[in-house]
C-alpha cells in the first residue's frame, strides 16, 4: 500500500510564497516520476510540474519562474516552492507518484489573495 502525505497549502497575499510537501510510504522501489497537480473550482485538473526519474523537470507555462519543484529520493518526497503567488494559483493542488501505477495525495489548498 502506498501513501502520499502533503502539507503546507494555506492562505496567502497576492506576491508570496508557499513551499508545498508530499511524502510518500509503503512498498515504493522504483519511481518513475513525481509531481503536482492543481484543481480550481469549476476547472479541470492540470498539472503544474513534474520531476522524472531521469531528472529532469517540466512546468505548467503559468508557473514557469515562479514555481520550483524538487526531489529527495532518499525520502520519496517531493516539494514545490511557490514564489510571487497570483489570485489565478489558488486551487486544491495534489502531489502524485508514478510507479506502475499512478498514486495521488489527498490535496491541499492553497488561496492566494489579491
Known amino acids: 500500500q502506498v501513501q502520499l502525505v502533503e502539507s503546507g497549502g494555506g492562505l496567502v497575499q497576492a506576491g508570496g510564497s508557499l513551499r508545498l510537501s508530499c511524502a510518500a510510504s509503503?512498498?515504493?522501489?522504483?519511481?518513475?516520476?513525481m509531481g503536482w497537480y492543481r484543481q480550481a473550482p469549476g476547472k479541470q485538473r492540470e498539472l503544474v510540474a513534474a520531476?522524472?526519474?531521469?531528472?529532469?523537470?517540466n512546468y505548467a507555462d503559468s508557473v514557469k519562474g515562479r514555481f520550483t519543484i524538487s526531489r529527495d529520493n532518499a525520502k520519496i518526497a517531493v516539494y514545490l516552492q511557490m514564489n510571487s503567488l497570483k489570485p489565478e494559483d489558488t486551487a486544491v493542488y495534489y502531489c502524485?507518484?508514478?510507479?506502475?501505477?499512478?498514486?495521488w495525495g489527498q490535496g491541499t489548498q492553497v488561496t492566494v489573495s489579491s
Open positions: 502524485y507518484l508514478v510507479l506502475g501505477y499512478t498514486y
Open positions: 509503503g512498498s515504493i522501489f522504483s519511481i518513475n516520476a
Open positions: 520531476s522524472t526519474s531521469g531528472g529532469s523537470t
